[in-house]
């Protein structure tokens, strides 16, 4: 018999009991004559009491695969709504590409055909309105009925388990929810918010709360979601691949926020891998390696610092960075934590910005962050993504910038991450000698692969743009421009024109800095590049000597300052003299790039020694070079950045594990002139140099710096003039000699009529010996050094000294 309503006028309960009845008797007539599967009373009972609480009218879902609406059927030929021994074979083995086109309701030749995959279930019921109709067990977790309705209505499921039942929607009666314009950017890429379109969505689709989950994986012969919300089984969840794209996709109603997950690849070869969302926005806390279903709900107040931070490019405004490992800075601390203290601490010492090392998700804290697993996912060690946004925004609040390394040259092995991700060479390179890094055991991008190098362009943008992140500083450049970095001959081949640069890289590199500058105004992109490759922060459209068009950067690290710099420094001064051109080179280099002077971690870490430390000498001696050499650091062509723990003299090398000595600057120590003095040379430096536009403004234009002496070997000495746009100098004097040179005359412009100390690092509150000079200084007409005039000056002993026009 054909199902019908029972009359508005009878009993509720009945009404229930009645339709269940009718639908059960129909499905069991219908279908391929197969008995019901008896069930045990008490499993009927606990299904007839979750079946009587459900709502008698059901949501409407426009998403469904169609309209709602059933109508009775009259009797024509039928078919069998079981899962054809194909398709139960490929669901079993999670190797179907097309789950949603046999699972879920379908019109079929005598009604509409309900199937399921439920393994483990005792009973499954379709819920239409008033209908209800248990399915039958096909066995292997399988259900299926055929209900005769002309259209497919708006149903739900009752899914039976031992001690519990299910009232669910139906994953499968759902279209993709994911749009053709996102699949033909993925397939172009150049989705340049690939986030909004993979990884775990929670969202509402059809008029249903629930998750999208989608993954790039062009070879898995199946993909299926296993997490918390389906006890790690993903047998029920297999997900459908959309197209050619390579991209898989399932909406599951009803899960969200907060729920672990992971994707099941079964590869070519029929093996399975679990494996952690590549784009997830949150992940466990290491050594847990879960992906977590994430939706930000943080409110930013940053607006005054995004509207005006692109007032001036970076090259030509105030740019001096501190450098912090966020899990060492002050150990123990969350990011909401970091944001009470960090904001504070760098604003009195007055840098503009701080550098972040690496903050994406990395399974191996030792790395510093510099193997990254989750590149979507600020670390879980300190808190959740909205605590992170949180710490930017306090820092932004403070007007301090945020700067982030981002490490987009490698990514390491772990099998639960990209390596191999399904089943084959997919991010990494497949020709073994470019994939393998030679020297972090770790694996290169392939960046001639369009999905690849669309995964990382968006990545820079999704930090940028979801984090208000304000520059990236892009790790390892050079090991991504040569094919041959680290690479003895016969381990790697030439290029395409024979050369050893890798094209790819270079053209990635291109369109990540271009689309990241015209996504996000005011935000700069930095390498970290050690060879003298041309036009690294030339435009990507202005082409070089070498055939190149530039890399696009805005600022560049000076390795060969910093290198040079710190080889004369630690030198006695009695042999300085030898290595006298090693602090006058990098003014030869000055201007072809845009550069920043770092005094990084690389540099006070793994036997180098922090950089007092770096000095000869005794520990006076060791303070006050160290002195000197930040005052001709800070005036000195270039932005600076010096890394956590220097900024006070730290006599011991950085690690990880405990962080700064922050106990080195406490009074009870009684480190006031030792480690307190430097910090506040530090803070001074800082105030002074953001209040003199000549030391920032023309750090890339040759006008914008003089020589007055820079061959003055056998006293160590050396001195220039900073110019600012409108012609204002800054004299600055730096003495690496352990003396005092009295009446030291230099060269001077004959237009200035007297100068005074703007800054000494040799005074008293530094902990130096406190030799000044008068606070008026007044030129004398004498010729010196090529110039009209002269002053006479007093040169502190290992010191820096900054002079303005009075």
């Not at 990241?516 to 202005?542: L, Q």
């Amino acid at each position: 018999m054909t199902p019908r309503p029972p009359s508005s006028g009878s009993d509720p309960k009945k009404k229930a009991a009645q339709a269940a009845k009718s639908a059960k008797k129909a499905v069991e007539k219908k279908t391929s004559g197969k008995a019901a599967a008896p069930k045990k009373a008490a499993e009927k009972k606990a299904t007839a009491k979750k079946a009587a609480a459900v709502k008698k009218t059901a949501k409407k879902a426009p998403a469904k695969q169609t309209p709602p609406a059933p109508q009775p059927l009259e009797a024509e030929t039928v078919v069998s709504p079981a899962v054809d021994a194909h398709d139960r074979e490929r669901l079993l083995a999670g190797t179907h590409h097309d789950p949603h086109g046999v699972l879920g309701a379908h019109a079929v030749p005598g009604g509409i055909a309900f199937r399921a995959f439920r393994p483990y279930a005792l009973s499954v019921t379709v819920v239409a309105g008033d209908l209800r109709a248990e399915l039958h067990d096909d066995g292997d977790g399988f259900f299926s009925g055929l209900l005769p309705l002309r259209e497919v209505p708006s149903y739900r499921l009752l899914v039976a388990y031992e001690g519990t039942v299910q009232d669910v929607e139906d994953a499968y009666g759902f279209l993709p929810a994911l749009g053709d314009l996102d699949l033909h950017l993925i397939g172009e890429g150049r989705h340049e918010q690939l986030w909004t379109a993979l990884g775990a969505e929670p969202m509402i689709h059809g008029g249903v709360t629930g998750t999208r989950f989608t993954v790039w994986a062009p070879n898995a012969r199946g993909v299926r979601v296993a997490g918390t919300f389906n006890f790690w089984d993903g047998s029920a969840f297999a997900m459908r691949s959309l197209g050619s794209t390579g991209v898989w996709e399932l909406f599951v109603p009803g899960i969200g926020e907060g729920e672990l997950y992971k994707f099941e690849i079964t590869r070519p070869d029929g093996s399975k891998t679990l494996r952690a969302d590549p784009l997830a926005r949150r992940t466990e806390v290491p050594p847990n390696t879960s992906s977590i279903i994430h939706a930000s709900h943080h409110e930013w107040h940053d607006g005054a610092w995004l509207e005006q931070r692109g007032g001036a490019p970076a090259h030509e405004a105030p740019f001096s960075v501190y450098e912090v490992h966020l899990a060492s800075w002050r150990p123990g601390l969350t990011y909401r934590q970091l944001a009470d203290q960090l904001p504070a601490y760098v604003k009195d010492l007055g840098f503009t910005h701080v550098e972040l090392m690496p903050v994406a998700e990395h399974p191996f804290g030792g790395s510093w962050g510099y193997q990254v697993t989750g590149f979507y996912a600020p670390t879980a060690r300190l808190g959740t993504p909205d605590d992170f946004k949180y710490l930017v925004d306090a820092l932004h609040q403070a007007g301090i910038g945020v700067l982030m390394d981002w490490v987009p040259a490698h990514f390491p092995r772990d099998d639960w991450a990209l390596a191999e991700f399904d089943g084959r060479t997919l991010y990494e390179h497949e020709d073994p000698l470019r994939a393998a890094h030679p020297d972090w055991g770790t694996l290169e991008f392939d960046y001639g692969r369009r999905e690849v190098r669309n995964f990382l362009v968006a990545n820079a943008i999704y930090w940028c743009e979801e984090f208000h992140i304000d520059g990236l500083r892009v790790d390892a450049v050079a090991s991504m421009l040569y094919l041959d970095y680290s690479r003895e001959p016969g381990q790697w081949l030439p290029n395409e024109h024979g050369g050893r640069e890798n094209l790819d890289a270079v053209d990635f590199l291109q369109e990540m800095n271009a689309t990241v500058y015209r996504r996000v105004p005011g935000v700069v992109t930095i390498a970290e590049e050690s060879t003298a490759w041309d036009g690294v922060t030339r435009a990507t459209h202005h082409i070089g000597p070498g055939g190149f068009g530039g890399l696009g950067f805005g600022l560049k690290w000076n390795m060969g300052w910093m290198h040079d710099s710190l080889d004369y420094a630690q030198h006695e001064p009695v042999h300085r003299k030898y290595h006298h051109h090693e602090m006058t080179f990098s003014m030869v280099y000055a201007y072809s790039e845009n550069y920043v002077l770092p005094i990084s971690h690389d540099e006070v870490v793994h036997g180098k020694r922090s950089l007092v430390s770096k000095m000869p000498g005794d520990w006076w001696q060791q303070r006050a070079t160290t002195r000197a050499y930040l005052g001709f650091m800070w005036a000195h062509p270039g932005k600076q950045l010096l890394f956590m723990g220097q900024e006070f003299a730290q006599g011991a090398e950085w690690s990880e594990a405990h962080g700064p000595d922050w106990w080195l600057l406490d009074p009870a120590y009684g480190a006031e002139a030792d480690h307190r003095g430097v910090r506040d040379l530090v803070r001074d430096l800082n105030i002074v140099y953001r209040h003199t536009p000549a030391l920032w403004q023309r750090d890339t234009d040759p006008a914008g710096f003089q020589w007055v002496v820079g061959d003055a070997v056998e006293d160590n000495v050396f001195a220039f003039l900073r110019y600012d746009a409108d012609g204002t100098p800054l004299l600055a004097v730096s003495n690496f000699s352990p003396v005092v040179r009295h009446d030291y005359r230099l060269g001077a412009p004959e237009d200035i009529p007297a100068w005074h100390e703007s800054l000494n690092t040799d005074l008293a509150k530094y902990g130096g010996g406190d030799v000044t000079n008068p606070d008026v200084i007044k030129p004398e007409p004498q010729s010196w050094h090529g110039r009209p005039a002269s002053v006479l000056l007093t040169l502190p002993p290992l010191a820096t000294v900054w002079l303005r026009p009075a």
